[in-house]
């Protein structure tokens, strides 16, 4: 890419967490001299909601670009130096029927974990491909950022069925080690990250000379919560356990009954809290003067989003060979995982993209066995999105380890595919074609 200008185009830009975006853009106007934003949604009243706020937030910080909204995704993308994709096929509603479905079979309903996570993929995986399709066209040697759920199983379908450049971003980590360089009074450690996106542990934590992991395990330390997770915390015997820091989104698979139980007691999911949240953060969007982020978008969720995926553009852009934790193929960073299997890691980041920093004589056992039973279920999730077998999607839901019954799976598995059958084509080939 040419320094002389800088197009970047965000896919989703309805949504309520785009301010968050640009106020990352802000904050590295320098670093990142952008010369052309494009804010592209399908859903034209979000879109002018929200990008007018855009707008009016890049002409507060007087950065010299021009902004364009669109609802073609050719025109966003021609072109483009980076496509951010925060995309949500079905909207919240949808996520609000994979919350609620699966309780009716004793099956817990999460966003990106569980029976939930595995039809979000669904709808979603197609939508990425298309859409990597069309950066091949159109803009060739741009960088995919993708923070669109559930980001691990959709970096491995991207990297195995396209040959775009992508990497795959999530802000667990980016909190969880905030958290932990807080607790232990640390400046810059040297911290070790390994799992699969929402599934993850902290497995080192150094700094000058000195290991700090052991002090954490006798501590019982917790990193911090996830906004969007009712979160009860780990005991010091489960961390000692494990011997790693787990990530908060662990609390699905070594909670699985209370975590039940408690969304089954819920009076509303979260999908329908984030409903009402939205509805009110899209009123005070309206507000012709304002043209900062509001507070109540970190009640949202997606608290360092802008941080973690701005950052990410600026360190490719810049070539500034730092260590991020991203999403990306393993190419041998993990003995124990395959060369194809996504895997979230930290790696050096600069302008050829992320290189993953290679771990030598892992032997945790139970990370390593956790892994290579989810990623099972990762690689037969993205085998059903991509050709709609549903052979595939049942062994794949054999082995989450938040379902593995197959009564209740079959079940849920096709009340949900009904249910979601305006987004979900690779199942319904035959109706379509006949039409």
């Known amino acids: 890419m040419t320094k002389k200008s800088l197009k970047i185009a965000i896919i989703g830009s309805g949504s309520t967490y785009t301010p968050e975006l640009i106020e990352g853009m802000i904050k ?8 052309e934003l494009v804010l592209m949604d399908i859903d034209d009243i979000k879109l002018d909601i ?29 072109n483009a130096n980076f496509v951010l994709g ?18 009716k079979y004793d099956l817990i309903g999460q966003e990106t974990c569980g029976i939930g996570g595995f039809f979000k993929a669904m709808r979603t995986i197609p939508v990425m491909l298309h859409i990597a399709e069309r950066m091949k066209v159109l803009c060739p040697d741009a960088w995919l950022i993708n923070f669109s759920n559930p980001a691990g199983i959709i970096t491995e379908a991207i990297l195995n069925h396209t040959n775009v450049k992508m990497l795959g971003l999530c802000n667990v980590p980016y909190n969880m080690f905030n958290s932990i360089r ?18 993850s542990w ?27 997770i009712p979160s009860s915390g780990f005991s010091k015997e489960l961390i000692q356990m494990v011997g790693a820091i787990p990530s908060s989104y662990m609390e699905y698979y070594y909670f699985k009954e209370k975590k039940l139980k408690l969304v089954k007691e819920s ?28 507070d109540l978008l970190f009640s ?36 124990f995982m395959e060369d194809s299997d996504a895997i979230e890691v930290c790696a050096v980041v600069g302008k050829d993209g992320a290189k993953p920093i290679k771990i030598n004589n892992f ?56 249910a979601h059958k305006a987004y979900l084509p690779q199942f319904f080939k035959e109706e379509n074609s006949s039409k």
Do not use: W
């Not at 807080?182 to 599934?199: A, F, S, W």
């Not at 379902?403 to 079959?410: E, F, I, L």
């Open 202 to 228: 902290i497995t080192a934590i150094e700094e000058d000379g000195i290991d700090y992991l052991k002090t954490a395990l006798d501590m019982g330390l917790n990193s911090e919560a996830m906004q969007n």
């Open 363 to 418: 032997n945790n056992q139970h990370i390593i066995d956790y892994m290579r039973m989810v990623k099972a279920y990762e690689r037969e999730t993205v085998a059903s999105a991509v050709s709609g077998n549903e052979d595939a999607a049942m062994r794949a839901l054999l082995m989450n380890p938040l379902v593995g019954d197959y009564d209740a799976a079959h079940a849920c598995f096709h009340e949900m595919k009904e």
């Open 28 to 35: 590295r106007k320098d670093a990142l001299p952008i010369t």
């Open 50 to 78: 929200v990008g007018k706020l855009c707008v009016r937030m890049i002409q507060a910080a007087e950065i010299p670009c021009r902004v364009i909204m669109t609802q073609d995704l050719d025109e966003a993308l021609l």
């Open 267 to 294: 009076d509303i999911t979260r999908g329908e809290k984030c409903v009402q949240i939205e509805e009110d953060l899209l009123k005070i969007y309206l507000d012709s003067k304002l043209h900062t982020k509001p």
């Open 182 to 199: 807080e607790t232990l009074n640390l400046n810059q450690p040297d911290i070790t990250y390994i799992g699969l996106n929402h599934l």
């Open 86 to 103: 925060q995309i949500r096929v079905g909207k919240l509603p949808a996520r609000v029927l994979d919350e609620k479905i699966p309780l």
């Open 300 to 335: 949202r969720g997606g608290a360092n989003y802008s941080e973690v995926a701005i950052s990410l553009v600026d360190a490719i852009y810049n070539d500034k060979q730092e260590v991020h934790v991203v999403n990306l193929l393993n190419k041998g960073a993990l003995d």
